[in-house]
């Protein structure tokens, strides 16, 4: 049995093109304590709730999905940093690639003394880093909520961060409405007051 920490998952997701380069598998996980002002995902803040899984079935799970690689986001991957350090290695080990965001500072990560935190930089291929800021919103960058954020290759894959602002709905046989992927807040606004109350849930950025 393995020895690495279990990862809260809010949300796995195989397929999507909204989350970065190409076509990617997410994975988005349950508690954040930055607490930025305009976080879509208030519901991740919180560390109670989430499925606890392991890395290695996460791992399987991306590679079955037959995607480009994995994006973490959340919530705070570093607060989980050792858990998805295991996934990050592993979907590497598959040949596959890595995206993960995070509303720490590069700088901050880069001194941290947690070996956790270091291994999941060392895993990452692509970082896009820093606090969303609502007075900063970028209309230009893909992906990214705030003029703020970095994009940090931490290796020569995911190279070209070049692509669409998209938003993804997903609609379950149970008529569950799942929303990914970045818009400002008017366009995910105007999106949801279309769909039925309080069946709609955004996993955004
Ligand atoms: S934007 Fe990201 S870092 Fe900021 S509160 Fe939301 S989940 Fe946390």
Redesign the pocket.
Known sequence: MSDQPLVRVARFLERTTAEGPGERSAIWVQG?S???AG???PH??GTRGGTPTTPESLVDRVVAAGTSGVTLL???PFEQAAGLAAVAAGVRRAGLTVMT???YEYAYLRSSADKGVAALLSATDLLVAG??RQDLIDHERPWV?STNQEFLHLTDRLADVTGPDRIEVTVSAAGDIAVNGWADSDTLDALLAGLPAGRARPSG?
């Open positions: 954040c930055i607490r930025c976080c879509f995902n991740l803040f959340g919530g705070e965001f995070t509303g606090p969303f909520g950025r």
